[in-house]
């Protein structure tokens, strides 16, 4: 589990509880829902890393719902976007092993994740992973509920394929670049799983 969990489920568990000895059963059942729903939320499964070679795996738990044709610096490639609902686990894992070439936050709009327009315009974290094949980047973007993106990790640091490496907070987006001779594994409206599920297959001869 996330810390963060502890900070905000205590207090309406702690207020629940108030409620409780006081009688007031209905404000005491929905702030003691509210509390252990945010565990619930800042839930941290441990995954399955993927082993195959030239694996790049999904940085996020979501739905697929774009797949589009999309240059980055000049550089042909596609962009694979994937929407987090609440239910979702929120923590983001690194989608290749590498290292940390750069970490830029971006002041933005909070249009709702699943808008194609969110991709560039929502505020947003851009992670530029280095690896020696090229670079791979991944964006963690808010929602019109997600207001805050937090990156663990800082530039220079390595990654290993899979790592923990973020957090988005109540629903949003995480988009991911590749170079365009990656081999897309998966199709839009497919459920992912980060750090475990393949969405493709990049052995790059650069």
């Avoid at 829902?33 to 399955?48: A, I, Q």
Wanted: hydrophobic share 45%; proline share 5%.
């Amino acid at each position: 589990m996330v810390k963060d969990a502890y900070r905000f489920a205590i207090p309406p568990l702690l207020v629940g509880a108030a409620c409780l000895s006081l009688g007031w059963k209905w404000p005491a059942g929905i702030l003691i829902f509210l509390g252990l729903f945010v565990f619930y939320f800042f839930r941290d499964p441990d995954r399955t890393i993927p082993t195959e070679p030239g694996a790049v795996v999904a940085p996020a738990d979501g739905h697929v719902v774009e797949i589009v044709e999309e240059t980055f610096d000049s550089t042909p490639g596609r962009r694979i976007s994937i929407f987090l609902s609440i239910w979702d686990v929120h923590v983001q894992r690194a989608p290749v092993a590498g290292k940390i070439a750069r970490v830029e936050y971006r002041r933005g709009k909070f249009y709702a994740a699943l808008r194609s327009s969110a991709s560039e315009k929502n505020e947003q974290n851009v992670i530029s992973i280095q690896t020696p094949g090229g670079t791979i980047v991944f964006k963690q973007i808010a929602g019109a509920i997600a207001r805050r993106v937090i990156c663990w990790k800082r530039e220079g640091d390595n990654v290993a394929l899979g790592e923990r490496v973020g957090l988005i907070r109540f629903g949003s987006r995480v988009d991911i670049w590749m170079p365009a001779e990656a081999q897309v594994l998966v199709r839009r409206g497919q459920k992912v799983k980060g750090g475990e599920s393949l969405l493709a297959k990049w052995i790059s001869t650069a």
